[in-house]
T-cell receptor, first 114, second 116 residues
Framework: GQQLNQSPQSMFIQEGEDVSMNCTSS?????WLWYKQDPGEGPVLLIA?????ELTSNGRLTAQFGITRKDSFLNISASIPSDVGIYFC??????????????FGQGTTLQVKP | GAVVSQHPSRVICKSGTSVKIECRSL??????MFWYRQFPKQSLMLMAT?????????EQGVEKDKFLINHASLTLSTLTVTSAHPEDSSFYIC????????????FGSGTRLTVV
């Protein structure tokens, strides 16, 4: 079945540093999504990507949909303590105009030292 | 926009009882809803996909008679964990999406189920 490999598994960085994480897949997706999850909460959508090559920003966050449609990265610039959490990539494939199910990466746990 | 409300946020039940979790789309019509299960320090695992007015599609290994899903309206889906056992204790999360939109998949805030 489809699998997403997300790396790194965890990161411990200093406040102000930039962060980069990525996801790769053995199969093609036509939607890539990046989520952040705080403890005891559901994932919150950060960035959605719908076209190969698309580069999208949301404040200090930037994500790109790989040209091959098999990968995506998320960058966080100038990290702050509230960036702490678990970041998940997720991919979906639309099938005949119907909603495809989301496949999640394993998550990247980010810790920021003030 | 695109808010999904999930209730309850926490529930503790006795082994052998059933528990119902509700997932509502507050400001859009959710033609498709998804139910996930998440164990501590793990990723979200899709349990089933439900389309309004039709039977849910369960992922391999998920018992449909144990995890009953009802998507009776465009704004409400329910997950009932029947005859719960301690191994069913987990974090259950729903998500919803409107057909034909690129809103992305909006998630509820999750339900922490503890079976004692």
């Amino acid at each position: 079945g489809q699998q997403l490999n997300q790396s790194p598994q965890s990161m411990f960085i200093q406040e102000g540093e930039d962060v980069s994480m990525n996801c790769t897949s053995s199969s093609i997706f036509n939607t890539w999504l990046w989520y952040k999850q705080d403890p005891g909460e559901g994932p919150v959508l950060l960035i959605a990507l719908y076209k190969a090559g698309e580069l999208t920003s949301n404040g200090r966050l930037t994500a790109q949909f790989g040209i091959t449609r098999k990968d995506s990265f998320l960058n966080i610039s100038a990290s702050i303590p509230s960036d702490v959490g678990i970041y998940f990539c997720a991919g979906a494939t639309e099938i005949s105009g119907n909603t495809g199910k989301l496949i999640f990466g394993q998550g990247t746990t980010l810790q920021v030292k003030p | 926009g695109a808010v999904v409300s999930q209730h309850p946020s926490r529930v503790i039940c006795k082994s052998g009882t059933s528990v119902k979790i509700e997932c509502r789309s507050l400001d859009f019509q959710a033609t498709t809803m998804f139910w996930y299960r998440q164990f501590p320090k793990q990723s979200l695992m899709l349990m089933a996909t439900s389309n309004e007015g039709s039977k849910a599609t369960y992922e391999q290994g998920v018992e449909k008679d144990k995890f009953l899903i009802n998507h009776a309206s465009l704004t409400l889906s329910t997950l009932t964990v029947t005859s719960a056992h301690p191994e069913d204790s987990s974090f259950y999360i729903c998500s919803a999406r409107a057909k034909g939109t690129h809103y992305g998949y909006t998630f509820g805030s999750g339900t922490r189920l503890t079976v004692v």
